[in-house]
């Protein structure tokens, strides 16, 4: 049964681009232990090749809410689906969009099959996203994202009033903290203030080992993994 998630965005980096996203992705299914779902939101163009070479659930990084048709330069998320992709993430601090088009997103999404974690900048927008009942959403302040502070040490509050004030309206909503998640004691902080997980992206995958940024951040889950034996 999972108790906890680990959801690690590849972004657009270099160092998780093309082969170079399976092999982070290979990375990270090693480290896969029972009680942590390790989730790799990848590039779209990435889904198949890196959902053909592991078994973890992937996540593309958006989707529209569009369907069949002439949507040129639109994110179907059929084609998500089809590309091997479990979920996707909506409304990234990069990404961002009006609550209108998440709703319709949302709702596209369910329709294909799609599991759907929402991104949210601050409690009010936790709160209104989660009318739209995602199974996700993640708490990440746009100032903190990318940085060396996370928001379970820059701000707790958040974390905590965000669980709540989210609960009070959707109580399945699963809570994620991201931004600026570094080190064991960022998720154990995290996990701590009532979130089931964390979101992260540059801890690992510009870390300069990143099997060795993947094993610190399992230990916050109380789930060390020994390296010997990674090739």
Not at 10 to 31: H, M, N
Not at 61 to 85: I, M, R, W
Not at 174 to 180: N, P, S
Not at 203 to 228: C, D, T, W, Y
Request: proline residues 4%; hydrophobic residues 40%.
């Amino acid at each position: 049964m999972v108790s906890s998630y680990l959801f690690v965005n590849f972004k657009t980096y270099s160092e998780a681009t093309g082969k170079k996203a399976v092999r982070l992705a290979k990375i990270l299914a090693f480290f896969s232990r029972k009680g942590v779902e390790i989730i790799p939101v990848v590039q779209a163009v990435d889904l198949a090749s890196v959902s053909s070479a592991v078994s973890l659930k992937i996540f593309g990084q958006h989707a529209d809410p569009v369907s069949f048709g002439s949507n040129t330069g639109a994110v179907l998320p059929e084609a998500l689906k089809s590309a091997g992709a479990y979920g996707t993430i909506l409304n990234h601090a990069e990404n961002k969009r009006p609550n209108e088009f998440i709703e319709k997103a949302v709702r596209r999404c369910r329709d294909a099959g799609l599991k759907v974690m929402l991104c949210a900048e601050s409690i009010q927008r936790a709160k209104e996203l989660a009318r739209f009942a995602p199974d996700f959403i993640a708490v990440e302040p746009p100032e903190l994202i990318g940085g060396d502070i996370s928001v379970s040490t820059a701000r707790p509050e958040l974390i905590s009033d965000s669980v709540e004030a989210i609960h009070s309206v959707d109580k399945k909503t699963i809570v994620i903290t991201g931004a600026g998640i570094k080190n064991s004691g960022d998720v154990r902080k995290a996990l701590e203030l009532g979130t089931k997980g964390v979101f992260v992206a540059s801890g690992i995958v510009k870390a300069e080992s990143q099997k060795n940024a993947v094993n610190e951040l399992m230990k916050g889950f109380h789930q060390p993994n020994p390296l010997r034996g990674f090739r």
